[in-house]
Structure formats: C-alpha cells, structure tokens
Nanobody, 116 residues
Framework: VQLQASGGGLVQAGGSLSLSCAASRTIFSFNAMGWYRQAPGKQRELVARISSGGSTNYADSVKGRFTIYRDNAKNTVYLQMNSLESEDTAVYYC???????????WGQGTQVTVSS
C-alpha cells in the first residue's frame, strides 16, 4: 500500500492550502486515515483523522480551521487548511491504518510553511 501526499507549499498567515493523500488501494480498506505533522524540534502530532465510517477528529489547535474529508471514488483523503498560522508550519504526513494488517501506513511528508 502506498500513500502519496501532495499540496504543501508556502503561504502567508491567514491563507489557505489543501493537502491531498492518494492511496494505492481503495480507502474503504482503511479503518482510519488522516494527517500528522512534525515541526522542527517537536514530536509528530495528529492533526486530523477520518474513520471508515466518516467520523472525524481534530487537534484542538486546528479545530474550526482545518477540515478533513475524503473522495471515495478517487481513493483520496484531503485536508483543507484555512486561516493558517505560523504555528502550522511543519512537515505534514499522510497516515492510514488497516487493523487487520501490522503497522501503520505513512506517505512521504509534504512541507507546509506559513509566513507571518
């Protein structure tokens, strides 16, 4: 299984970016998918996740600003990021888990840089 992340870049504070995570197999096979991020000198943290049933969870720091959603036909999960802040600067990683398979699946990171 491969997860291909894209969509990072440089944006000014207050701006928006959209990240995409395309899976090499149907996303229905995943029990959950989501996005983590890691800023320099910090631990990787969960940003948002969406379950196979469609329920979502967000880090408190992004609630009301970020939205995770999926397009089942495209086997893709998206993260719409609005009202970006400098604290959102990090490498963002796509993530997925299939509970009947060992380990987690990770995409390559995509850099998001928010300039103040």
């Amino acid at each position: 299984v491969q997860l291909q992340a894209s969509g990072g870049g440089l944006v000014q504070a207050g701006g928006s970016l959209s990240l995409s995570c395309a899976a090499s197999r149907t996303i229905f096979s995943f029990n959950a998918m989501g996005w983590y991020r890691q800023a320099p000198g910090k631990q990787r943290e969960l940003v948002a996740r969406i379950s196979s049933g469609g329920s979502t969870n967000y880090a408190d720091s992004v609630k009301g600003r970020f939205t995770i959603y999926r397009d089942n036909a495209k086997n893709t999960v998206y993260l719409q990021m609005n009202s970006l802040e400098s604290e959102d600067t990090a490498v963002y990683y796509c993530w997925g888990i299939i509970t009947t398979e060992p380990g987690n699946y990770w995409g390559q990171g995509t850099q998001v840089t928010v300039s103040s």
